[in-house]
């Protein structure tokens, strides 16, 4: 009987041992993760800032040139109203 008990408790000796090591591990890919989630929300942001300046600049060139083509449809306008009277004399 003091055999059997004596191997049961060798076998949950060695199987405390495989569990801290287990843990170690789990604890060591769980840092290993939150590393790379920090590093993927950096790179989030990042890329959204990129975004938003890129938006802004392209807002600006347009709306200069929204002044551009309204200008000359006025221009335009004003063109088909003297051809429309020559037209018509």
Known sequence: M???IKAIQQMEERMNGKFKNLEGKIK???NQL????????IVAQTA???????LKR?????????QDVDYLAKQ??????????????
């Not at 392209?58 to 929204?66: A, E, F, G, L, Y």
């Open 58 to 66: 392209i807002d600006v060139n347009t709306s200069s040139s929204k």
């Open 2 to 4: 003091d055999r059997v």
């Open 34 to 41: 939150n590393r790379m989630e920090d590093s993927l929300n």
């Open 76 to 89: 335009v306008g004003k063109h088909e109203m003297y051809f429309n009277r020559l037209n018509k004399s």
């Open 48 to 54: 959204s800032d990129n975004t938003m300046s890129i």
């Open 28 to 30: 060591l890919v769980t």
